[in-house]
């Protein structure tokens, strides 16, 4: 079984999302496979549509309930259409049968507004969904106690239902990898062990925006996942190559 996690940014091209979708698809003959994914980029112009305000707080989107509202119909929609894309496959949300369920990470939202974390993840759904040959294509968002949805970053969506299913994650976003020396290519980490990536955090070789994804890698080995790898979904051919270990960074726990 194999988690694929797809990044908003790296779906930005129509004709390289359904490639991709392709490759996907074309790996379900050997392998499981169930597809997480973001989606930005779309969030970001359906907000922007409906002239509600877009900011970020300690990297994560602030989510009023009427942004939750448009947030919800832009991954429903999305994971649809991904869904259609690869073909045996179907687009769920947290509601199907609670897929996802957690608590907002503040008391009453705070500042954040409707963020949360996944703390539960309904593995039945999804194992029932593969027996019968259908992928599983998860938007980012959880329910709460209540019911009522909140938003995920979908990395953590992603290394939540990894490490539930016990199964490696494939994180392919708009990067090629860890690099030592940022931006020389020649600089990148084939193998990154994580308490190796805590220390580069430290250090700083590891910034800004890679900081979210390396340690999304970690919190899906911590939750049960069996390796990380994260690469670039920019490119034609990559999950070949990543699971020939010829591409991306791959993480393990020591």
Request: glycine share 14%; hydrophobic share 45%.
């Amino acid at each position: 079984m194999l988690v694929i996690k797809y990044g908003g940014n790296a779906m930005k091209s129509l004709e390289l999302r359904r490639t991709i979708a392709a490759e996907i698809a074309h790996l379900r003959a050997r392998e499981s496979v169930v597809v997480v994914h973001g989606g930005g980029p779309v969030i970001e112009q359906i907000l922007q549509k409906l002239g509600l305000e877009s900011h970020f707080l300690r990297g994560l989107r602030v989510t009023s309930s009427a942004a939750m509202d448009a947030i919800e119909m832009a991954i429903t929609r999305l994971s649809k259409e991904l869904a259609q894309d690869l073909g045996g496959a179907i687009g769920l949300s947290a509601r199907d049968d609670h897929l996802l369920e957690g608590e907002l990470l503040e008391p009453g939202g705070g500042e954040l507004g409707r963020v949360g974390q996944v703390l539960n993840v309904n593995t039945n759904l999804l194992e029932g969904l593969l027996k019968m040959g259908v992928t599983p294509v998860i938007g980012c968002m959880g329910l709460d106690a209540q019911g009522e949805p909140f938003n995920v970053n979908a990395d953590w969506v992603a290394g939540a239902v990894a490490g539930a299913l016990k199964s490696p994650i494939i994180y392919l976003s708009d990067v090629e990898g860890v690099y030592r020396n940022y931006p020389d290519p020649s600089s990148l980490i084939s193998n990154l062990s994580a308490p190796d990536a805590r220390a580069g955090i430290e250090e700083g070789w590891i910034a800004g925006g890679m900081i979210p994804k390396v340690e999304a890698a970690i919190y899906a080995l911590e939750q049960g996942a069996t390796g990380a790898t994260l690469a670039s979904g920019m490119q034609a051919g990559v999950l070949e190559r990543i699971l020939a270990g010829g591409a991306g960074t791959r993480f393990s726990q020591s």
